[in-house]
């Protein structure tokens, strides 16, 4: 693997610095002032020392991401899940599979078992992060929560977690390690992670997730470069590899796995 990336780096490298705006993610992407750090900062850091590219990290807000990737003021947009809407602006590269649950805390009655008994259930709040998508399913009950004033938008996990905390909402939908991840690294939220259930429905089952290379800015070559680089790196284990590093033991289970060969 290490090879193969220095024979990319000595055949080419990245033509001009890739510009890299993401947001804070649980213990994916997280922020020391102005350096990002967490588990696919430090893959952006590993793969540009290999591959002969400068990823020009900044931080900006969760809602803004979709929007700079489809202006083409992003030349990566990651983590991303897989969506069709984003195929037009972005090439795709998985790194893993993700699993979006019902996230609830401490419940007393069953949950629902499905998105769309979750719907019809007309006292339950959903709170959600403004931007996410878990697949078209997942959007469109979005949208009809919204519709029917049941929906509370938060612009991070962590909005989500105090609106879960203050009772603005029953329960969330997201993948189980992104708000665990949240949880354990903000201390005032850290006692919330015993009382974290998390329950899988019918229609969102694994899919895939990873970095979409833009159609807009990126030329042929760097795309091409970086496409065969974050494959390899995905295929080679070292993603997952991070996952288990950065994340408590157990947290990754039934929401995240590595690519299945």
């Known amino acids: 693997m290490a090879c193969w990336l220095a024979a990319s780096a000595a055949e080419a490298g990245c033509t001009r610095p890739i510009g890299v705006p993401m947001a804070p993610v649980g213990l994916s992407v997280s922020f020391e002032g102005e350096r990002g750090v967490g588990l696919y900062p430090t893959l952006l850091r590993e793969l540009g020392a290999s591959a002969g590219c400068e990823f020009q990290v900044h931080r900006v807000p969760r809602a803004r991401l979709q929007k700079m990737f489809e202006s083409g003021q992003a030349d990566l947009l990651m983590p991303a899940s897989s969506n069709p809407s984003r195929d ?7 790194l893993v599979q993700v699993r979006a649950s019902l996230l609830t805390l401490a419940r007393d009655r069953p949950p629902p078992r499905s998105l769309a008994e979750l719907v019809a259930q007309p006292g339950l709040k959903i709170a959600v992060v403004r931007g996410f998508t878990f697949g078209p399913a997942y959007d469109n009950a979005v949208a009809a929560l919204r519709a029917q004033r049941r929906l509370v938008e938060e ?3 962590a909005g989500v977690a105090r609106a879960l905390r203050r009772g603005l909402a029953q329960a969330s939908v997201m993948t189980a390690s992104i708000f665990i991840g949240t949880l354990v690294n903000e201390p005032d939220f850290a006692p919330l992670v015993a009382q974290v259930r998390s329950d899988a429905l019918d229609e969102l089952g694994w899919s895939e997730s990873g970095v979409y290379l833009s159609r807009h800015t990126l030329g042929d070559a760097d795309r091409r470069l970086l496409r065969q680089a974050f494959s390899q790196l995905a295929k080679s284990g070292r993603v997952w590899q991070l996952f ?18």
Do not use: K, Q, W
């Open 155 to 157: 612009p991070d996990a």
């Open 88 to 94: 037009v602006d972005g090439e795709f590269v998985a």
């Open 244 to 261: 288990n590093d950065n994340y408590p033991p157990g947290s990754l289970a039934g929401s995240i796995r590595p690519l299945t060969p």
